[in-house]
């Protein structure tokens, strides 16, 4: 089951369902939609079962069968003295743009009968930013939908200008007849009807399969070759939690074109909102796996630089060298009415490239993708000096993009970036562990450039610009009184004074000295920011503090993970096993999946972790999570695998 307990989620080969728990589709809407989804876009918006003109109940509810298979057990109505005639055994598949159902009846009944099979079927074809519950609505000028009865089913299209999607239902047997369904928002539903004879105490079976063909695609490809996973011994819950994470990677896995035109495998962030490549998301999820699956490093980069930023274009955020925030492909992106086709609102994505770029290099010993991508590396380097502030600011910042989004770090939604009053930092912004990313990615670069690149004089330069950075923010981010970093430095150069976990990725990119980072690192375990399962994302007992905020109170696996090498690169190795514990403990209530996001109450309030209601899950980052735990326990943690 997903985090939302009403329905069951199936996702493979960049296709995902959500399904009721009697495995119906309605069409629902807001912060947990249903239907079968492709490309940011619903190819089926109703799938619904009628038997003798009923509804039936689940005698076992729609239940995952591994992750991309779901199983259920109806019976049309009955009673104690007249129990039900049938019962109804549903499976159901995803894959590759497909929808598959295997339905079969098993009358009840001494005598023969004859069952009424009715199934309800509709497809809106709604982009996925027309479901989000946020109240907008989007103008479709000259859409057309077209909906025709086949021989064995129904085939939908949609069309506006250019663009032109199918969905395709068929059936076997056929259906006895098609109508138009009798309830349902749109003209295009249709009911497939039929009468299925049944022996004394038989059998019959109805093959149902949708066919998704998004726009520009006469069919969805399924994934490449599946990766052969890194070994991971131990019987332990972090061995199982890993376990759990790698095949959590290979479902979120899709296709992408790489820098030479070539397909790469790369993980997607999330479902159900963001099954498609993004930049932060993408670029962390492949460090913490880089011990483990150097290759999804190298596919990662290889993606990315071919969506690198080359022109200027302020609907999309989009600037020469800088590196892609999310990509999308539906409709509303495709004709410009949400700025994600491809949008650029990161400020760490450049310099995270470049961070991975070097750890790629420096965990496999190969230094062709580094020489491969050294103008992009480059091209990356002269983004941060330019339209990333470096140069003009003294540091790398963003402005609230009133099309897109407002924060544009990790914690990107709205009033994340929060003075201790609760009032939201107003722009150029420049957030704390950025410059960490940015410091790290400098020295990383120069490192390239000496001994890949062959150029010892931008190296030199890199790292000159690397001191005067740390020197800046030593003075300018570090608050005396509470002996903490500032979550960022407004506009106006005023500190956003919110004690923030952010803090922690200062430990892993090396930006503090290391007296402070020692300070930070125990800081971060006092009680106020460590739940017991995990590090807040923002300290308890600040006003703005709110355990099941986004960003201001909540706990994320990924953030953990990021602090914890943080953590393990400053010699805190108790603290790495506190969260690490933390957070195993948490995976454990969650079947060994750390979802997304956790609420951030206190371990000690309830003898299991508090789901927050809208986390993603499977989640990238926060499947890669475990990994990096491993990695962070060193020595302790190589009991638990091979490299």
């Known amino acids: 089951m997903t985090a939302a307990a009403s329905h ?11 399904l009721g728990t009697t495995a119906d589709i ?50 049309p109505e009955g009673t104690r003295d007249d129990p039900p005639a049938y019962t109804v055994f549903r499976q159901q598949s995803v894959g590759g743009g497909t929808f598959t159902e295997h339905l079969r009846l098993v009358s009840n009944r001494p005598h023969a009968v004859t069952a009424h099979l009715e199934l309800a079927v509709d497809v809106d074809f709604a982009d996925l930013f027309e479901l989000r519950s946020d109240g907008r609505t989007y103008a479709k000028p000259h859409a057309r939908y077209d909906t025709r009865s086949t021989s064995s089913g129904v085939h939908y299209t949609y069309r506006r200008d250019d663009w032109q999607a199918h969905t395709e239902v068929s059936a076997r047997p056929a259906p006895d007849s098609i109508s138009a369904a009798r309830t349902g928002a749109g003209g295009g539903a249709r009911t497939l009807s039929w009468e299925l004879p049944l022996e004394a105490h038989g059998a019959c079976e109805v093959h149902l399969s ?8 006469a069919h969805v490809p399924s994934a490449l070759p599946r990766a052969v996973p890194a070994p991971v011994y131990g019987t332990g819950d972090l061995a199982r939690t890993c376990a759990r994470g790698l095949a959590d990677i290979d479902l979120l896995t899709i296709t992408a074109a790489g820098v030479d035109g070539e397909h ?27 011990p483990y ?35 999308r492909h539906g409709e509303l992106a495709h004709f410009r009415q949400v700025p994600y086709g491809r949008y650029y609102g990161a400020v760490d994505a450049t310099p995270l490239f470049l961070v991975l770029l070097h750890a790629h290099r420096q965990a496999t010993g190969e230094m062709s993708l580094a020489a491969r991508l050294e103008q992009h590396a480059r091209r990356a380097v002269d983004w941060m000096l330019t339209d990333g502030g470096l140069d003009q600011h003294g540091y790398l910042v963003y402005r609230p993009d009133p099309g897109g989004l407002v924060n544009q770090n990790w914690k990107d939604s709205a009033g994340a970036i929060c003075f201790a009053d609760g009032t939201q930092a107003e722009g150029p912004i420049a957030v704390s562990e950025a410059q960490g990313y940015a410091y790290d990615a400098l020295l990383r670069t120069a490192e390239l450039a000496e001994d890949v690149w062959k150029d010892a004089a931008y190296g030199s330069r890199l790292r000159a610009t690397a001191a005067r950075l740390r020197e800046r923010f030593a003075a300018d981010f570090w608050m005396a009184e509470a002996q903490f970093p500032a979550l960022a430095v407004d506009g106006d150069g005023r500190q956003v004074n919110a004690l923030a976990s952010d803090a922690g ?8 000295d290391p007296q402070r980072a020692h300070r930070v690192g125990k800081r971060l375990l006092e009680p106020d920011f460590f739940s017991g399962w995990a590090i807040r994302t923002l300290a308890a007992g600040q006003r703005p503090y709110h355990p099941l905020s986004y960003h201001r109170g909540s706990a994320w696996p990924h953030d953990n993970a990021v602090i914890a090498l943080g953590l393990a690169r400053q010699g805190l190795v108790d603290e790495v096993r506190t969260v690490t ?11 060994y999946r750390l979802p997304e996001v956790l609420a951030g109450y206190d371990r000690t309030e309830t003898s299991r972790p508090v789901p927050y209601p809208h986390s993603c899950s499977p989640q990238a980052w926060a499947a890669a999570t475990p990994l990096a735990l491993l990695t962070a326990l060193g020595e302790e943690g190589r009991q638990y695998r091979h490299l």
């Open 505 to 512: 990725h200062l430990l892993w990119s090396g930006i503090l």
């Open 26 to 75: 309605t069409g629902s809407r807001g912060r947990s939609p249903d239907g079968v989804f492709v490309q940011d876009a619903r190819h089926l918006s109703r799938w619904e079962l009628t038997v003798d003109g009923s509804q039936p109940a689940a005698l076992v509810p729609a239940t995952l069968e591994g992750d991309h298979t779901a199983s259920s057990v109806l019976t």
């Open 581 to 591: 514990e933390g957070l195993v403990a948490a995976a454990v209530h969650h079947d």
């Open 264 to 290: 790469v495998r790369v993980p997607a962030a999330g479902i159900p909102w963001f099954l498609t490549l993004f930049g932060r998301d993408s670029l962390l999820t492949s460090y913490f796996l880089l």
């Open 210 to 217: 949708v066919l998704a063909r998004p726009h520009g695609q």
């Open 8 to 18: 069951v989620q199936l996702v493979r080969d960049a296709t995902f369902a959500r």
């Open 293 to 327: 699956r150097p290759a999804t490093a190298a596919a990662v980069l290889s993606a990315l630089a071919a969506t690198q930023g080359v022109r200027h274009d302020t609907f999309s955020g989009e600037q020469p060298g800088r590196i892609v925030h999310e990509t």
